[in-house]
Nanobody
Framework: QVQLVESGGGLVQPGGSLRLSCAASGIIVSINAMGWYRQVPGKQRELVAGITSGRSTAFADSVKGRFTISRENAKKTVYLQMNSLKPEDTAVYYC?????????????WGRGTQVTVSS
């Protein structure tokens, strides 16, 4: 059974930084794409950043230049480094592993971690 466990969320002031981590188990990580999506109440879940097995990356326009994504296959972990955070980045962030069809993801999800950007 695939399990994804996120960590690193919390409350941060505007302009601050957070690093999210997601550890996977029950799946061969190296052959799968991994990524981060986020969702706010009343809106659809959206891609924040994704990284393929070949380490190609994709980012939402709203986070380009501020967020980076990386993966360590040996640790079965994907990271999301978030810098220059804005209040509009406030959301529940979900870890994902599966296909690299970012607009129509097909795979497994974590339970989510809350990120709140507020002064």
């Amino acid at each position: 059974q695939v399990q994804l466990v996120e960590s690193g969320g919390g409350l941060v002031q505007p302009g601050g930084s957070l690093r999210l981590s997601c550890a996977a188990s029950g799946i061969i990580v190296s052959i799968n794409a991994m990524g981060w999506y986020r969702q706010v109440p009343g809106k659809q879940r959206e891609l924040v950043a994704g990284i393929t097995s070949g380490r190609s990356t994709a980012f939402a326009d709203s986070v380009k230049g501020r967020f980076t994504i990386s993966r360590e296959n040996a640790k079965k972990t994907v990271y999301l480094q978030m810098n220059s955070l804005k209040p509009e980045d406030t959301a529940v962030y979900y870890c994902y592993i599966g296909s690299s069809s970012w607009e129509r993801p097909f795979g497994s999800w974590g339970r989510g971690t809350q990120v709140t950007v507020s002064s």
